[in-house]
C-alpha cells in the first residue's frame, strides 16, 4: 500500500505541476494580449488624431480662402466705385 501512495503522490505532483504550467502559459498569453490591445488602442487613438487635425487644417484653409476671395471682392468693388467716381468727376 505504502508504494500505491507514493505512485499517487508522484501523479498528484506531476498533475499539479502541468497545471501550474497551463496557468502560467495562460497568464503570459494574457500578458501578451493586453499589449497587443492597448498598442492597438494607441494605433487607433493616433489614427483619430490625425484625422481630427487634417480636418482642422481643412476648415482653416477653407476660411483662409473665403477671406481670401471676400478681400478680393472687397478690392475689386471699391476699385469700381473708385472708377465710377473718376468718370463722374471728368464729366
Same mark, same amino acid.
Given at each position: 500500500?505504502?508504494?500505491? $501512495?507514493?505512485?499517487?503522490?508522484? +501523479? %498528484? #505532483? !506531476?498533475? %499539479?505541476?502541468? &497545471?501550474?504550467?497551463? #496557468?502560467? %502559459? =495562460? ?11 492597448? &498598442?492597438? /488602442? @494607441?494605433?487607433?487613438? %493616433?489614427?483619430?488624431? !490625425?484625422?481630427?487635425? /487634417?480636418? *482642422? ?8 480662402? *473665403? !477671406?481670401?476671395? $471676400?478681400?478680393?471682392? @472687397?478690392?475689386?468693388?471699391?476699385? @469700381? +466705385?473708385? !472708377? =465710377?467716381? #473718376? *468718370?463722374?468727376?471728368?464729366?
Amino acid at each position: 500500500m505504502d508504494g500505491f $501512495t507514493m505512485l499517487d503522490k508522484h +501523479y %498528484n #505532483m !506531476n498533475e %499539479n505541476q502541468q &497545471k501550474v504550467a497551463v #496557468m502560467e %502559459n =495562460r497568464i503570459k498569453r494574457l500578458h501578451f494580449e493586453e499589449g497587443r490591445a492597448r &498598442k492597438m /488602442a @494607441n494605433v487607433a487613438q %493616433n489614427r483619430a488624431e !490625425n484625422m481630427l487635425d /487634417a480636418r *482642422k487644417r481643412h476648415f482653416q484653409d477653407l476660411v483662409l480662402k *473665403k !477671406n481670401f476671395h $471676400t478681400q478680393q471682392k @472687397n478690392q475689386m468693388e471699391q476699385q @469700381n +466705385y473708385e !472708377n =465710377r467716381r #473718376m *468718370k463722374a468727376m471728368q464729366r
